[in-house]
Every structure is written in structure tokens, then in C-alpha cells.
């Protein structure tokens, strides 16, 4: 019996695009989760609880869900679809970005959650201190709020990482498998598989529990200190 030994010309290719797409969606899904989180956990209007349930949902969807409406939403034939098409001359579906927005959109719920924690947890009567003394709610913000949510912070970048890191099912709805251009990880594991090259599988496999291992291991000494 003939096993396939690892070509790594074909390993590295997923394993950088998942890295890059896990890099730039976690940074995105960090940038909108502080907005949101901190205008939700200072705020109180009708409707909130709806809304923190609507933003809440991607967590827990099945992936094939989340990626299905994605592609109603971001599809060639969708308003949305059209635009982006007419703007960058190109479809976002089946393109890495897609697999960004998909990334993005699991991973926000993580980070939401993780940052209205972390607001939360800062005290009032230092923000309300600050405002005493003639700052206004951007600089409270900046120089109060978010440093003493700055572990909350790390935290959220880390969650957000691995679970951006991990996406599997919203990414292939919508940005497809196709080697070097959208095949990440998750996906590249599927097709070895599927194919039975098994070695192939566990080194793709063996590289991903160690990044995540790597980056959990991080969140628990953050939460240590």
C-alpha cells in the first residue's frame, strides 16, 4: 500500500491563507465589537434585547446557515451582490474576501460578547470623573474606557483569531475550495479526506490545533493575570 507522503508546496498554501484571513477578520470583527459593544452597554432603548439576540445568532447557527445567507445577501443576483460587482469589477463570492466577511461574521459574536464583558467590568464613577473635568465621550473612550478594558481587549483579538482561524462551513458556501486562491485550512482537511491522503490531513490538521492551542493558551494566561 502506497501512502502519499506531504507535499509541502501544497501544505503552505492554506495554511498561509488562513492565517491572513484570520489576521485581517479578527481585526475587523475587534474594530466593529468595540464600537458596538460600547454603545450597546452605555446605552438602554426599546429593543435591545432583540438586537443583542440578532448579533448574538451567528454563534449559534450551523455554519452551512450563516454561509447560506451570505450568499443570498452578497449573491450576483442580490442588490448588495450587484453593487460590489459594478464598484471592484469583480464578485465578492468565491474570492478571499469572501472568506473574510465569512470569518468576520462568526467571529463577531465571540468578540461582542467578550467586550461588553470588559466594558462592563470598568468602573462609572471613573468615567463620570473624567467627564467632570471637561472630557468629552471620545476621550473618556479612549483614555479611561478602553485601557481598563485593555485585557478584555487581547482576549476578544485572541477568540476572534481562532475562531476565524477554525471557520469551515460559511466559507466554503461563499468562498468556495479552490487551491491557492480561497482553500483554507478547514477546507483543504475536508478535500484530503475526502480524497484519503491521510497524511496530508494530520499535518494540516497538526498545524491548526497547534495554532489554536497556542492562542487559547495565550487567553488563559491573560485571564490569569
Known sequence: M?????DWSVFWPPVRLSLQVALLSSVVAVIMGVAVAWKMSRTAFRGKVVLETILMLPLV??????????????????????WIETIFSSPVIFSWWAAVIASVVVAFPLVYQTMKSGFNGVDRDLEDAGRSIGANEWQVFRYITLPLAGRALITAFILGFARALGEFGATLMIAGNIPGKTQTVPTAIYVAVDSGNQPMAWAWT???VVISFLMLLMTRQQARQ
Open 61 to 82: 447557527l450551523p455554519p452551512t446557515v450563516v454561509g447560506f445567507l451570505l450568499l443570498v445577501i452578497l449573491g450576483r443576483r442580490s442588490l448588495v451582490g450587484r
Open 2 to 6: 502506497n501512502i502519499p507522503a506531504i
Open 206 to 208: 497538526i498545524s491548526i
